[in-house]
């Protein structure tokens, strides 16, 4: 990646792209926390002391059960060095829950995953 582009990623929630080499948004959890340890080394790499770095991430479901994509992606970065500053919820407010998925969380008993965690780094 160069300096000033974003990064774009999703774990296999949200596909970014459909042929984009190493798209981290076509890995499944297993494969996707040892890219992510190596996105927070670089991140802590290249950040310089004092200063702050932020994610966004949410967590999925998978099989019925709750992945905690969100604060498995936080100890990665606290593992590469960061301290953990603040951690914000999101609240997300255009969420509808409507056909499939409200169908299916009345039918299978789970509960929408409306937020995700804004996670504040300091090194």
């Known amino acids: 990646m160069r300096a000033g582009e974003g ?5 296999d929630i949200i596909k970014y792209s459909e042929d984009i080499e190493n798209d981290l948004s076509h890995l499944n959890m297993k494969a996707f926390l040892p890219v992510i340890f190596k996105v927070a080394e670089e991140s802590y790499r290249v950040l310089k002391k004092g200063k702050f770095c932020a994610v966004l991430m949410g967590d999925t479901r998978k099989n019925g059960m709750v992945q905690p994509l969100a604060f498995e992606t936080m100890t990665m970065f606290r593992l ?24 299916n ?16 780094f300091k090194k």
């Open 80 to 103: 590469a060095g960061f301290k953990l500053k603040e951690i914000i919820i999101k609240e997300q407010h255009n969420c509808q829950a409507t056909g499939y998925w409200k169908t």
């Open 7 to 11: 990064m774009y990623f999703y774990l």
């Open 105 to 120: 969380s009345v039918k299978y008993n789970f509960l929408l995953l409306a937020h995700e965690y804004l996670f504040v």
